[in-house]
């Protein structure tokens, strides 16, 4: 019993990493621009095919590589393209509506939309059949009396963890996140100080999506099938996280997810499968209930 309990700990925190890294893009758009970037989870599943397409070029171009020397290739190229394609969202479709003053019904409109372009132009550009990721790290399993991890679990977990580390330090210790700060506070007064506003946002949306991309890389390796519709749910879920942790706060969106991760893993340990959403979001619910600002928020005030 003990050894199932350790086990499931293990693969909550795995799933809590996708969770978190994707949850983090998410707090980072809403905590500087006050925006939910809803096209996040699809760019996810942008990166993931991206990391794909990257790694069969590598391996086809260079058949003697070996795979580690593919993934060193494939990852910061992975991050770097999949932060192109949010900055381009970026600039096509939030910037103009923001220089517009819109309602911000109409950006959360826009970026639902985003999202089904981006889900549907996969399907109208490669199709519906689904690719499998090929293998770049030969799987290495440890055990522990009865509980086993892999080398890539392992790398998964500790990926989330330095991604958190660097944003907080980013956030907290930097001109750059003190900016960004500042614009979270009075987006306003900010371009008045001499800060340039549309480059701080036009960082964050970088720093997000890369996030997106070295999740959907990490995910692809840990389950290498590939399909247009792979970022909806994992995208909704990581919202739900970020919120139920606090969205805006860093801290929150990296405890939420993994809050979330542990509960879906739990759940399937001891109740049927097809209970894990159920059980799992109505917990969540219950401690949006109670603390409706989620975990680390703090409830705003809005002079008038």
Known sequence: ????????????????SFYSLIALGYTLVYGVLTLINFAHGDIFMVG??????????????????PGWVVL????????????CVGVTLERIAYRP???????RLYVVITALMCGLILENGNLALLGASRKSFPELVDKVIYTTGAVSMTNLKIAVILSAILVFCLLQFIVTRTKIGMAMRAISYDKFA???????????????????????????LLYSMSYPILDPYMGALIGWKAFIAAVVGGIGDIRGAFFGGFLLGFVEILVVAFFPSTFRDLIAFSILLLILVYKPTGLFGIAKTTKI
């Open 48 to 65: 993931a095919y991206i990391a794909f397409f990257v790694a069969t070029f590598f391996l086809k171009a260079a058949s003697g590589l």
């Open 97 to 103: 509506l923001r220089r517009k003053g819109a309602n």
């Open 190 to 216: 900010v371009p008045l100080m001499g800060i340039p506003i549309d480059t701080i946002i036009v960082f964050t949306f970088i720093l997000g999506s890369s996030m997106a991309g070295l999740a959907g």
């Open 1 to 16: 019993m003990f050894d199932s309990i350790i086990q499931n700990i293990f693969n909550g925190l795995q799933w809590g």
């Open 72 to 83: 060193t290739l494939t990852l910061p190229l992975t991050m770097i393209l999949t932060a």
